[in-house]
C-alpha cells in the first residue's frame, strides 16, 4: 500500500510517513500532548514526533528480554529521532490497514490516525481480568488512536479530550455490535489500547472545552468514530454488512453448542446449512436482535424474567426459518427461563 513515503499532511504541515512497519509523525509546529505511552507518557509540552508500530515477530522476540520502554526508546534511534522529545504507540495492527480522518469547523479541525484489530483482544470494561500485573508484564495495544488539532489545549483540556475520545472509540464498536471475547457483552475497546492526543502550542487559539457538549468534542468524537470504523474494516473486514447476520449477532452468548446439537431431533448438518442460509436474512437479524435485547435486559435487571420470557416467545412466532428460531428458543431457555 505505502513503501516509506510521506502519505499526508496536516494544514500545519506535520508530516505523517509510512516507513515499512511504523506510521510516524514529524511535527512541524511546537506542540504539547497527552500519551498514555511507556515513552514520555502522561502530559509533555516538547513532543516533536509520534509514531506507531506493528509489531513482528522479531520485535516481540526482542521484547521478551527488555521492557517497553527501553524498546521504544531503541526504536526512536532506529527511527533517527530523539527519543527525549517523542512518545510512540506499539500494537499487532498492520500499518498498512491505518485509517486518517480530518474534520473542520470554522478555525478548528482534528485529525484522527487508527490502526485497529478487535478479533481477539475486545473486551468490556468490567471483565474478568485476562492477567495481573506483578513485574511491569506488557501487553501490546490493539486500538491505537492519534489524535491532531491545529489550536492550543492546556492540560485539563487534553484530559478531557482523551475522555471524549475514549468515548467515541466505545460509540464506533458498539454501531458494529462488536463482541466482546471474555463476557456475552458488547465490547468497549481492547485491553490494550494506546492513544496519544496533541494540540498547537503556538496556536492564539486556546480553547478550554473538549466535552461532549462543545463543537471541538464533535469534532474529537467524529473523527475517531469514523476513522476506527474504517481501520476495524481494513484490519479484520468487520462492517455494517457482516454484522448484519443472525448468527454474527448470537456468536457472543457462551452456549454449549454440542449439547445443543445433542438434543436436536434433526439431521445436524442440513440443520446447519439452513441456518446460515437464513442468517442473512434481515427479517430474521431484526427478530434476533429484539430476543437478544430481551435477554441482555434481563441480565442487567431491567425487566422481570418472565414479561421477558414471554415477550420472546410471542416475538419468535414471527420468525418463519426453523434453524433460527430452534437456536433463539435454546438461548431463551437458557439465559432467561432456566437463570
Not at 489550536?151 to 464498536?173: C, F, S
Amino acid at each position: 500500500m505505502y513503501t516509506n513515503r510521506l502519505i499526508f499532511k496536516t494544514s500545519q504541515n506535520d508530516e505523517i510517513y509510512y516507513l515499512k512497519d511504523t506510521i510516524l509523525i514529524n511535527f512541524n509546529t511546537n506542540r504539547n500532548g497527552l500519551s498514555t505511552s511507556k515513552l514520555n507518557g502522561g502530559t509533555n509540552d516538547l513532543y516533536k514526533h509520534v509514531f506507531n508500530q506493528h509489531l513482528s515477530q522479531d520485535k516481540i522476540d526482542y521484547l521478551e528480554n527488555h521492557n517497553v520502554s527501553d524498546y521504544l526508546i531503541n526504536e526512536c534511534k532506529s527511527l533517527k529521532i530523539n527519543p527525549n522529545f517523542a512518545t510512540g504507540l506499539i500494537t499487532l495492527a498492520k500499518m498498512k490497514n491505518i485509517s486518517i480522518v480530518t474534520k473542520k469547523f470554522k478555525n478548528s479541525e482534528i485529525t484522527a490516525i487508527t490502526t485497529a484489530g478487535v478479533r481477539t483482544n475486545a473486551s468490556r470494561a468490567g471483565d474478568k481480568a485476562s492477567y495481573w500485573e506483578e513485574n511491569s508484564k506488557f501487553h501490546c495495544g490493539t486500538i491505537n488512536t492519534i489524535i491532531l488539532t491545529n489550536v492550543h489545549l492546556e492540560n485539563p483540556t487534553l484530559t478531557q479530550a482523551l475522555i471524549t475520545a475514549t468515548e467515541a472509540k466505545t460509540v464506533a464498536l458498539n454501531n458494529l455490535k462488536i463482541p466482546s471475547q471474555y463476557s456475552n457483552e458488547y465490547a468497549t475497546g481492547t485491553g490494550t489500547d494506546g492513544v496519544a492526543i496533541f494540540s498547537n502550542t503556538e496556536s492564539k487559539n486556546t480553547l478550554t472545552d473538549a466535552g461532549k457538549h462543545s463543537k471541538l468534542g464533535e469534532l474529537i468524537a467524529k473523527s475517531v468514530i469514523e476513522s476506527v470504523t474504517k481501520a476495524i474494516k481494513k484490519q479484520v473486514w468487520i462492517t455494517n454488512k457482516s454484522q448484519s447476520n443472525a448468527l454474527v449477532r448470537m456468536n457472543r452468548y457462551d452456549l454449549n453448542i454440542n449439547e445443543f446439537y445433542d438434543n436436536l431431533n434433526y439431521d445436524k448438518f442440513e440443520f446447519i446449512k439452513q441456518l446460515q442460509k437464513d442468517a442473512r436474512n434481515q427479517k430474521n437479524v431484526a427478530i434476533t436482535s429484539a430476543v437478544l435485547n430481551l435477554i441482555d435486559e434481563v441480565q442487567y435487571n431491567l425487566i422481570k424474567k418472565e414479561d421477558a420470557y414471554d415477550l420472546a416467545c410471542k416475538i419468535m412466532e414471527n420468525c418463519n426459518s426453523f434453524s433460527i428460531k430452534t437456536l433463539l428458543q435454546y438461548l431463551t431457555d437458557y439465559f432467561i427461563h432456566q437463570s
